[in-house]
């Protein structure tokens, strides 16, 4: 039987390819030791001083990694947790994270644990803190929330991949008086948690937050490639505006002919 | 070749599946074996040996083999993830048990779990296997009139959630506060027919047309709503090629990449 | 026990689902003992119906059956490699573990190729619009000002936001930093946009879930116990006095002022 | 009374105050229909009516119990129009419930407009929600991917399904969703072998859809339950009792009730905000 799928052709190679060098040339300079710019992100900044409010207050601190599996979006979640609880670990704070998926859950128990060890406080780690709620969603949303009730945490963080249930999980947390941060790439929930949480990060920011907090070239390196994958983006809408342009006022002329089977053809 | 993986049946078939698991389990301690400073280098050639089987199949320009045994490839990962089950389920137990063992405050609750767990799941097997014994309207009951309804109730608590956050967020504290206070305001009118209403004293074909909510909504939802998500999106999308490029050629750093192995 | 079972499984059910219901609800008011007992039935069940579905639904026709029923022996290596996950629990061979997540994370990001292409690609295209098209000249100077106006606001939203998301240019540049600021307010209007938007499907979820106590459980109580119709108001209203008192008694502690 | 006040309602009054509004129409149950079609449901419309009838219809159901008050209006109104107009369609449902849920609405329909089961449509049954990697491999080979319907019967032996091979015999996919699978439809189905699709989101997802719209990728929209109600009055039931006329004016005096609260709240914070300045 012949297959119907679609595959990769020339303008795929250039664009995609453009895409892979950037990035890929910008962590190598990385790596080669090139200092690199990266703006501020706020809420980020707002971090520590959630930690430490916690800490004044005595109350602990709760962090959701989002109910995504194990993706590249939850183990970003995962490193911001880790700067969460180095932070909390200096002043014996309690984090307590509570984890959707049991994968994550044996990963997030590892990190935290290390993180203890990172700055000495080993004597205040404590297993049952980081807990596997559940792996359904509402079934998790719905332990969350009574974790909030009863431990009132005076910090909230939800970072990571939410749906539905981010409302559920924010609105309760303003509800027990928490401080509330929140990130996320997934646009349709940003706007709960803009107005419920105190600082959120946007989009695309979430994915530079690791590189933010890090500071690892890698990522810095991956970051600035990026921004120059999005330029690449931009001029070829911008040639694409041209060429449409062209076809529509003159459809008959060569150059109009040529633009479009050439190149309009392949974003169809 | 072909005689090797053919077929088995009965006894013949008992022993090839005890021979491949004694092989497997050959395979693993010869893994367990493996010195530290190739460990490493193994898990990304693994990882990028996946990665180059999707990624042959998109770009090699024309159809091809990677095409035609997609439906096996896939059934197989399916069917290993599959057998994460028993993680999460140890993990829950861990919790559970000890919070019953130690009489914790609330371990009722506990107890609970429990049983809801044995329950549904002994009346899921048993029902399969007779499906007319009680375990199948046991399992209705479970499921739709427990879980289920559980399940939804969660989730409409939303629509009282978003009511209590429009109300207390929605102030005209700044520029951007208003804004969205605005757009979300016209796009609640313009949605329902009975926000509608309010404009449909503006003829239909008249030049303020455009003011009517439905229109206006429909305008907002079509283009900086439109625009402003395409821009996210592309945002998005370099991001995430980013980060497949990373993970497919193990550049990816962060606690979980840079552990010791 | 059994027959008991069969022959009230509707009612039953009906009154698991009621109650239920109330017992989320309740959280509404407050936290309470009610609402923590139904939160750990949910997460037994949930749990104990995913450990049955996937074995039932997954692991028996696509593994199972496959194996054992046609004889597919090369089907018991997916036992060695799932077993792979389960060296996370052992601190001295973790590693292995690591290999089969490195395997399934090469998998997922090998699609990305593709998926930049399928998803992206004719969003490209889309976003790809002429700037006047003779169709609108013909129709006249002030049509081809809308249209061209329309057009190029849509560049502005786009190319502006776009830039919000710059991280590594440093946005001192005038034209930039102006760029950024504007794209953060489109952004606002974007997600004002789909808090509006969203309203909507929150509600139907509570329609759903009142039509579900009306039409299926109302009905059946009313059936059963006669009386029912005249004590559900005095229920309601009992409910929402007691509701009210507890206000009066003790101002909530939530709900600080807002904060500038 | 102190305006102040009106700045921190409390929640459970707030909570209270939606439950009587949005219960209100539904006890009443108006039957006037929306007066305005939105273009993307016209533009559903269209594109199912304009099917041809060599082809099969492909029903996604990924709904469940959760959002059952906007997809079932919207998986009932098409279904109706697709028997009305004798366009042949199988339903198949991702989601447990929904598949018995959805089923109803066939069977039911079915019996009141007299069409026969196995030749006019079929369901599919229950696949769990491996949307990318079945609808790919059902694409390339149909019959592979399912061999029984919703009663365990052998799809051979019943003409509508049996005549299905691939993607070619796909004449349209109708995606009627609460959560993001239209983008999986796109790139793993639709897209590759050039199906037409249109989507049925819940109203939270709707947003979503629209460069989608706007870019040809999806054909039309029924957007939520509005959409499911516009929808009947493009095939003549604009003047009946229905659920999703009912939940439409639900939904509007819902909307209502939280633009007043906003605008109390906003009257509040501006006497509490000259207040502090005095």
Known sequence: MESTTSYANTVIYIIEGLLVAFILINILKARGGKRLFIRRIQGLNYIDDAVGRATEMGKPIAFSPGIGGLSILTLQALSVLTHVVRKAARYGTRVIACVCDAMIYTIADEMCKDAYEAENASEFFNGNDIRFLSDSQFSYASAFVGMLHRERPAAVFLFGHYAAESLILAENGQAVGGIQIAGTPDTTQVPFFLATCDYTIIGDEYYAAGAYLSKEPTLLGSLVGQDYGKIVLIITIIIGIAAATCTALAPGSTAAQWLSTHFLEYFK | MHTLFAPKHGVELWLYIAGSLVIGAGLLLLLCQTPQRLRKPVIAFVTFLGGLYFTLEFLIPHDNYFTHVMPEVVNAEIVVSCFTLFIGIYNLFGVHGRAIRRKQPGWYNSVAFFAAFFLIASAGFIKDMRPDSAATPLFEILFNGFMNSLQSTTFSLIAFYIVSAAYRAFRIRNSESVLMMITAMIIMLGLVPLGSALTSFIPANSFFSFLRLEKLSYFILLLPNMAVQRAIAFGVGVGSMAMGLRIWLSLERGSFFDEEL | MSKFITEHAPAITLWASALCTFAVYSILYKENKFYRFFEHVFLGLATGYSFYLTWSLVMKPRWWDVMVGKGVWAWAFAAVFGSMFYFMYSKKHAWISKLIFGLFMGLSAGGIFREFYEIYFPQLGATMRPLATNEVIAEGPWATTVYVAGVLLFYVILFSVISYFFFSFEQKGKMIKASSSLGRTFLMIGFGAIFGATVMGRMTLFIGRFNFLVNNWAPQVAADWHWFKYVLPILVIAAVAGIILALKKKPVETEEPPTE | MNLKKLQNIDKRILYILLAIVIVTPLFVRPSKHPD???????????????????????????????????????????????????????????????????????????????????????????????????????????????????????????????????????????????????????????????????????????????????????????????????????????????????????????????????????????????????
């Open chain 4, 36 to 278: 305005a079609v939105f273009d993307e449901v016209q533009n559903a419309f269209n594109t199912i009516d304009n099917m041809p009838d060599d082809k099969v219809a492909f029903v996604s159901i990924v709904w469940g119990p959760g959002t059952i008050a906007e997809n079932r209006p919207q998986t009932e109104v098409l279904m109706r129009h697709l028997f009305m107009k004798h366009k042949k369609f199988v339903v198949l449902s991702w989601d447990m419930p929904g598949t018995k849920l959805s089923y109803d609405v066939g069977k039911a329909l079915e019996e009141e407009l007299g069409m026969e089961y196995g030749k006019d449509w079929c369901h599919l049954g229950y696949r769990p929600a491996y949307v990318a990697m079945i609808s790919r491999a059902m694409g390339e080979d149909f019959q592979k991917q399912f061999a029984e319907d919703y009663n365990n019967k052998p799809l051979k032996e019943m003409p509508l399904p049996a005549k299905i091979k691939s993607a070619k015999d796909i004449g349209i996919v109708i995606d009627i969703t609460p959560s993001a699978t239209m983008g999986t439809w796109l790139a793993y189905f639709c897209g590759p072998y050039n199906v037409p699709i249109v989507t049925c989101p819940t109203a939270v997802m709707s947003a979503e859809a629209y460069p989608y719209l706007d870019s040809g990728q999806v054909s039309g929209m029924l957007n939520g339950v509005i959409g499911a109600s516009m929808y009947e009055t493009l095939i003549g039931r604009g003047n009946t009792r229905t659920e999703a006329a009912a939940t439409a004016w639900s939904l509007s005096c819902a909307h209502i009730y939280i633009i007043l609260l906003i605008v109390l709240g906003n009257i509040g914070y501006i006497a509490a905000g000259k207040k502090a300045k005095r």
